[in-house]
Nanobody
Framework: VQLQASGGGLVQDGGSLRLSCAASGYTSGYGMGWFRQAPGEEREFVAH????????GYADSVKGRFTISRDGHANTVYLQMNGLKPEDTAIYYC????????????WGQGTQVTVSS
């Protein structure tokens, strides 16, 4: 499985971005997630979506602002980010793994999101 994240960029406080993660290879049954890592910080969970999309989870810090979704036909997962804050600045990574989100086996290369104040 290979994952290609894209859609990052520079945006002002309160702005929006949509990240995409295109998956290639055999991904049937995999849950997908987004993580982020800010400079000097540990990587943290952002959002997860199950294979069917029936189960979705978010970190408290992004609830109500970020929305994860997936397009099965395109084998792509999205992260719509609204109301961005400077503290959302980080490299965002997509990952694929267990349907319940407990383990991730494959990681993308990351895309930089910078929110200016």
């Amino acid at each position: 499985v290979q994952l290609q994240a894209s859609g990052g960029g520079l945006v002002q406080d309160g702005g929006s971005l949509r990240l995409s993660c295109a998956a290639s290879g055999y991904t049937s049954g995999y849950g997908m997630g987004w993580f982020r890592q800010a400079p000097g910080e540990e990587r943290e969970f952002v959002a997860h979506i199950s294979w069917t999309g029936s189960r979705i989870g978010y970190a408290d810090s992004v609830k109500g602002r970020f929305t994860i979704s997936r397009d099965g036909h395109a084998n792509t997962v999205y992260l719509q980010m609204n109301g961005l804050k400077p503290e959302d600045t980080a490299i965002y990574y997509c990952a694929a793994g267990s349907d319940d989100g407990r383990r991730y086996h494959y990681w993308g290369q990351g895309t930089q999101v910078t929110v200016s104040s």
